[in-house]
């Protein structure tokens, strides 16, 4: 059993309709058709969403993901109409609100791979593959690949795994036109995201993308490149044959995980409020992730 703590009631916007709540998002439909997606600063961990949020979370996810847009538009157009906030809405969405193309979505996390690390690795112990596609022998918990790698995973409701799968397994889903863009698409944004990532001294282990078609037009939506949706490591502290520091919620993870949060991960109770000096580490590391990948201030 997995789930929200506490399953928010939707903010009520005149000329909006809600349509879902998501782990960390908010999303709506305008007069227009156009959808409002609203970044919230819920913050999840073991499948579950925790009933204390991350100040300044939603905004920072929100303008990271422009930043990182604007880096790969020459390489996949993006789903952002724009930032301004729709009519009547309330003044905390500032910051954390994008109008979006409504597009024909693809029911596949794309993930692209450049470490060894997580459900990548937990495989990899077991068939020295990952999702189907053959690696050398030798390789540990936070190893580089011998080259970038797709490798995706059907998407989940909320409370439910992701399950990876071959790529053979998506072709026949969304047909092998669809796959191929699908995974060109992703190992090209990543390519792009860990080169510059590793000028700024921090290494992308991994991340994850969701597409769409807008006509017959492949387009990346939702977000890109953030501390919720990727791997980013400090390079200095790079050490394989352990797990590595990193820039996300492994703060959150570590402390419910600890005898300090007196939760058990493998029972079905919730997990419990998170204390102060987790949420300022936590928001600490999404601060930093946002101000040495931009080379902008976080105010």
Not at 85 to 113: H, N
Request: glycine letters at 8%.
């Amino acid at each position: 059993m997995s789930g929200f703590v506490e399953k928010p009631e939707p903010i009520e916007v005149p000329g909006l309709v809600h349509l879902h709540t998501g782990k960390v998002r908010e999303l709506y439909q305008n007069e227009a058709g156009d959808l409002v997606m609203v970044a919230s600063d819920r913050i999840s961990a073991f499948d579950w969403v925790l009933p204390t949020e991350i100040p300044d979370k939603g905004r920072i996810l929100t303008q990271l993901s422009q930043w990182w847009f604007d880096q790969i538009a020459d390489l996949v157009p993006h789903h952002v109409l724009t930032t301004d906030l729709p009519p009547g809405a309330p003044a905390d969405w500032e910051g954390r609100t994008v109008v979006c193309k409504s597009l024909r979505m693809i029911p596949v996390e794309c993930v692209a791979r450049g470490y060894l690390t997580g459900s990548g690795l937990a495989e990899y112990k077991e068939t020295r593959t990952v999702c189907g596609l053959a690696l050398p022998e030798g390789l540990s918990d936070g190893s580089e690949l011998p080259a970038p790698i797709f490798t995706p995973a059907t998407k989940a409701e909320v409370g439910e795994h992701d399950e990876n799968v071959s790529y053979e397994e998506v072709a026949r889903q969304v047909g092998a036109e669809t796959a191929a863009q699908l995974r060109q698409a992703t190992l090209a944004v990543y390519s792009r995201g860990r080169d510059i990532a590793r000028d700024r001294g921090i290494i992308l282990a991994d991340t994850k993308f969701e597409f769409g078609f807008d006509g017959e037009q492949l387009v990346i939506a939702d977000e890109v490149l953030t501390p919720d949706s990727s791997r980013f490591w400090p390079a200095d502290e790079w050490q394989p044959g352990r797990p590595q520091l990193s820039y996300d919620k492994q703060y959150v993870r570590d402390w419910l995980t600890s005898a300090d949060s007196g939760w058990d991960r493998g029972s079905e109770q919730p997990p419990p409020p998170l204390p102060e000096q987790v949420v300022t580490a936590t928001r600490a590391k999404y601060v930093e992730a946002y101000e040495r990948l931009t080379g902008t201030s976080w105010s």
